[in-house]
């Protein structure tokens, strides 16, 4: 018969602790035997009866040694391989790391259980250019009081590092709420490394927004000034707008009848594209010729 090992019984009585515990307030899917890649866990809380927002878990029994006290707080930690972490950075939800004490063989049962987010340090910190990362942690649900620590888990820390996940995408998104009446709340503090890529998304944003403004508008179903809110964000970008985003821009001078500022945008990316080095030449020819082309049309209708 097939043996099984210490840290195999460990590593299941670790997760039973776990699912009983997350039960109290979740739903609880272990993956399924064979498909495990670093979940163990499919969860989704459940606030007013009702199911709220999903997350993953992974959990990990910890010996005795990786629970530390260091300037008075007591918390446990954990040596995480680089390539767990840009798998649970991947993904596109919460993902947090359990770690659960087993200082003895056979166990007592826990009276604490460490809790690691590691979406939220992949967010802060980004992935290690080493192997490995030791991610230490002193929040934690205690048996004393689960009820509590539950609540606060799934009302204050998941709605939180959920808005967070888009912050590496660019986008600022509101934290999750029960009700849509609630006021809206954003992450703060954190994120500032991807401000740069924020800017770019509200530009995209913004040229996709003048386009189906632009449709809108001559469907009759749509405003003069609703599209004009978008062109002054894509007006905003000056030289750092795509091709896709001066097109718009031509095409709302010339739904205004402002050929003069359609031909000067045209004009402007003509330029642009002649002296755009990381384009090839053939890649230029093609472009100024085209944009010259809606120069002489411009010509005409003027």
């Not at 866990?41 to 606030?47: A, D, G, M, P, R």
């Not at 007013?48 to 300037?71: C, M, R, S, Y």
């Not at 030289?239 to 821009?249: R, W």
């Amino acid at each position: 018969m097939p043996t099984v090992d210490i840290s195999r019984l460990k590593g299941n009585y670790a997760q039973a602790v776990v699912v009983s515990w997350l039960s109290r307030a979740c739903l609880v899917r272990p993956v399924a035997e064979g498909t495990d890649i670093g979940i163990d866990l499919y969860c989704e809380s459940v606030l007013d009866g009702q199911p709220f927002l999903h997350f993953w878990v992974q959990v990990k029994a910890i010996p005795a040694e990786n629970v530390t006290t260091k300037d008075g707080r007591t918390g446990a930690s954990y040596a995480f391989e680089t390539k767990h972490l840009a798998y649970w950075d991947r993904q596109p939800i919460p993902v947090y790391a359990l770690l659960v004490p087993l200082p003895e063989w056979p166990p007592t049962a826990p009276r604490i259980v460490y809790g690691v987010r590691v979406t939220e340090a992949l967010v802060r910190d980004g992935l290690p250019s080493t192997a490995s990362r030791t991610l230490r942690t002193s929040d934690s649900f205690e048996l004393s009081t689960i009820d509590a620590d539950l609540l606060t888990f799934v009302t204050e820390i998941v709605p939180w590092d959920t808005a967070v996940l888009g912050l590496k995408r660019g986008i600022v998104s509101p934290l999750p709420a029960r009700s849509d009446d609630a006021p809206q709340r954003f992450p703060r503090d954190i994120g500032w490394q991807y401000l740069e890529r924020t800017l770019s998304t509200i530009r995209d944003a913004a040229m996709g927004g003048l386009y189906h403004a632009l449709i809108g508008e001559k469907l009759g179903l749509g405003s003069r000034e609703l599209r004009g809110r978008f062109e002054a964000i894509v007006r905003l970008y000056g030289d750092d707008i795509p091709d896709f985003g001066l097109s718009m821009l031509v095409r709302a001078a010339h739904t205004d009848g402002d050929l003069p500022r359609a031909r000067r945008l045209v004009q402007r990316a003509l330029v642009r594209f002649d002296s755009d080095q990381t384009r090839s030449p053939e890649e230029r020819r093609q472009r100024a010729e085209n944009l010259r082309a809606l120069l002489n049309e411009l010509d005409e209708r003027s």
